[in-house]
């Protein structure tokens, strides 16, 4: 069945990078564009953008074009975002989804604290 | 950015009420709206595609129907399991948008 696995939580600096992978399982990689999701706590979701794993092209939301870089690794059937520049603000849980939606990773966790 | 202005933002029902949660579209979305559930811990789950099919393994109790730039799920005889925050998202024009939830609690 279609699996969406989400690397571990991270607790990060202010200023630092993170990155994080959805490696999908269950169809095949290149035929579904996969969606990057944010989750504040106990806020609604925000769409960060998407990546198109066949041809590695991308769509960001304005809000999070200096933010976010998404990327994909084809041979393991891995998308990843990098965050960079942490603030508190970033402090989230972010998803990665797939085929419209359908599918969903389990979040990563991400806390910005010193 | 199109807004989607959801409502209630809380809505207290009984088990076996028809409920019914509302979307409005700032702009045309045609039929690309979709509905999602949420529990506590869990990942949203898709409920409702092109704002009026219901997405596999959903129960026949859910509906989405659309008026204008209204955009609705029903859920009828609420059950337990169905306690939860619901949200709308827009896919028609990017950057993709979702309401500000409601969230579905027992009276």
């Known amino acids: 069945q279609v699996k969406l696995l989400q690397s571990g939580a991270a607790l990060v600096k202010p200023g630092d990078s993170v990155k994080m992978s959805c490696k999908a399982s269950?169809?095949?990689?290149?035929?579904?564009?996969i969606h990057w999701v944010k989750q504040s706590h106990g806020k609604s979701l925000e769409w960060i953008g998407y990546?198109?794993?066949?041809?590695?092209?991308?769509n960001y939301n304005e809000k999070f074009k200096s933010k976010a870089t998404l990327t994909v690794d084809k041979s393991s059937s891995t998308a990843y975002m990098e965050f960079s520049r942490l603030t508190s603000e970033d402090s989230a849980i972010y998803y990665c989804?797939?085929?419209?939606?359908?599918?969903w990773g389990q979040g990563v966790m991400v806390t910005v604290s010193s | 950015d199109i807004q989607m202005t959801q409502s209630p933002s809380s809505l207290p029902a009984s088990l076996g009420d028809r409920v019914t949660i509302t979307c409005r579209a700032s702009?045309?979305?045609?039929?690309?709206l979709r509905w999602f559930q949420q529990k506590p811990g869990k990942s949203p789950r898709l409920m409702i595609y092109g704002a009026t099919n219901l997405a596999a393994g959903v129960p026949s109790r859910f509906s989405g129907s659309r008026s204008g730039s209204d955009y609705s799920l029903t859920i009828n005889s609420l059950e337990s399991e169905d306690m939860a925050i619901y949200y709308c998202?827009?896919?028609?024009?990017?950057?993709?948008?979702f309401g500000s939830g409601t969230k579905l609690e027992i009276k």
């Open positions: 990546i198109n794993p066949y041809s590695g092209g991308t």
């Open positions: 998202l827009q896919h028609n024009e990017y950057p993709l948008t």
């Open positions: 989804a797939s085929e419209g939606y359908t599918y």
């Open positions: 269950g169809y095949t990689f290149t035929d579904y564009i």
């Open positions: 702009q045309d979305i045609g039929n690309y």
